[in-house]
């Protein structure tokens, strides 16, 4: 079994950057595919970024390009976040998640690994 933990949110303010975390715990000796959406309140959960499992091919959401940055630690299955000039938008619960084999990066039926989420709050 899989389990992914999210790490790193947080309360900042407009401008300032925030990385986040997350690990695969559990059965780690295959390479995921791994990615990040957020959820803000009343809203539906959104494409943020993802990595494939070498680390070589990235996508981002076009709300987040050219801000945030997505990265594999060298044991592949710990996956990072770096966002900079975080904006009041940007306010959202961030959920990792990771599959084997991911055709479409940017639909959250493509993976069936999650996280609980972790809170980035960006104060305006």
């Known amino acids: 079994q899989v389990h992914l933990v999210e790490s790193g949110g947080g309360l900042v303010q407009a401008g300032d950057s925030l990385r986040l975390s997350c690990a695969v715990t559990?059965?780690?000796?295959?390479?995921?595919?791994m990615a990040w959406f957020r959820q803000a309140p009343g809203k539906e959960r959104e494409f943020v970024a993802a990595i494939n499992w070498s680390g070589r091919i990235t996508e981002y959401g076009d709300s987040v390009k050219d801000r945030f940055t997505i990265s594999r630690a060298d044991a592949k299955n710990t996956m990072f976040l770096q966002m900079n000039s975080l904006k009041s938008a940007d306010t959202a619960v961030y959920y990792c998640a990771a599959a084997l084999s991911v055709s479409h990066y940017r639909y959250s039926f493509a993976y069936d690994n999650w996280g609980r989420g972790t809170q980035v709050t960006v104060s305006s």
């Open positions: 559990g059965r780690t000796d295959n390479n995921y595919e």
